[in-house]
């Protein structure tokens, strides 16, 4: 069986996308119609901007979306999934590609949700680090002693987890983590604490965007980053996509389960190949 795979933030680069745009007509409408849908030239910025414009929350979130999802699009029949997933940002991907969202409704959905991010991280100022080497369990258990805001946000393969929230509160729980025997643990370069409580504003505005949207049933289960498990019904996907924003990302236990159900071969959509990095080492 075969399971396709979407990215997330942080798998963008300048030139994403170019070869796409050049390869079909149907992919350069799709681009096209992206345009005009977010009303700038994300493409100017996707295909030769600088490093500084492509971190922009706003411009990060389309860009990945759009390379995942027209990947997937211009497949047209070849591409006949037995299951989808998609790492944070890349579950509305996994939802255009499996037909549960439309590409207007889902770009629509992905640029809200990436200026509700923004408008939260300003609210509270917030940042992640990635925890290498530790046992998840010992990490939970150290951000729960934090008398603060500080989570597991992205269980994202065995030894790699992701802690997010405060800044003052994670840089406490990385000097533990050091202490507890954790090989690194390093703040990342993102623009706020996301899958934690700080994201609580962005989940309210996005959650009216999600309620107002048609969602249709997809042909196939999409597996959802809040408890890793398979879904066709479509109440249940909008539920868990709104919940995703305070969530953690349980990356590991997604693979582990689409692998359990019979998944054979994992094809990453999208820039990068950061997913089947991490798919290699959940699996071995």
């Known amino acids: 069986m075969k399971a396709y ?32 849908i977010l009303g700038f030239g994300i493409t100017d910025i996707m295909f030769a901007g600088s490093d500084e414009d492509l971190k922009q929350t706003k411009v990060t979130q389309p860009a990945v979306f759009l390379h995942s999802v027209i990947s997937a699009l211009v497949m047209g029949t070849d ?44 609210i509270n100022p917030s940042t992640m680090a990635a925890v290498l080497g530790l046992d998840d369990n010992k990490v939970e258990e150290i951000c729960s ?26 840089a406490k729980a990385c000097e533990l983590m050091k202490e507890a025997g954790a090989k690194r643990a390093l703040p990342l370069q993102v623009g706020g604490g996301f899958h934690s409580p700080c994201m609580q504003p962005a989940k ?7 309620r107002a949207t048609v969602f ?14 398979p879904y066709t019904d479509v109440e249940n996907i909008k539920n868990n996509l709104i919940a995703q924003l305070t969530s953690p990302v349980r990356w590991t236990q997604t693979v ?15 820039p990068g190949t950061v997913l089947q990095g991490l798919i290699k080492k959940i699996l071995g």
């Open 5 to 36: 795979v979407f990215p997330g933030q942080g798998a963008q680069f300048v030139g994403m996308g170019q070869d796409l745009y050049n390869s079909s007509n149907e992919a350069k409408n799709y681009f096209d119609k992206a345009n005009d």
């Open 79 to 122: 591409f006949r999934p037995d299951m989808v997933a998609g790492h944070s940002l890349g579950e509305f991907s996994a939802l255009v590609a499996s037909g549960a969202l439309s590409f207007e409704d889902g770009l629509r959905l992905v640029s809200a949700r990436a200026f509700a991010m923004q408008k939260a991280c300003e």
């Open 256 to 270: 582990r389960n689409m692998a359990a159900d019979g998944a054979t071969e994992f094809v990453e959509l999208g």
């Open 204 to 210: 309210e505005e996005l959650e009216k965007a999600i």
């Open 145 to 170: 002693q934090i008398d603060g805001v500080v989570v597991a946000a992205n269980y994202n393969c065995p030894g790699q987890l992701v802690i997010s929230g405060k800044k003052d509160d994670v």
């Open 216 to 229: 249709s049933k997809p042909v196939c289960p999409v597996y959802q980053n809040v408890d890793g498990k």
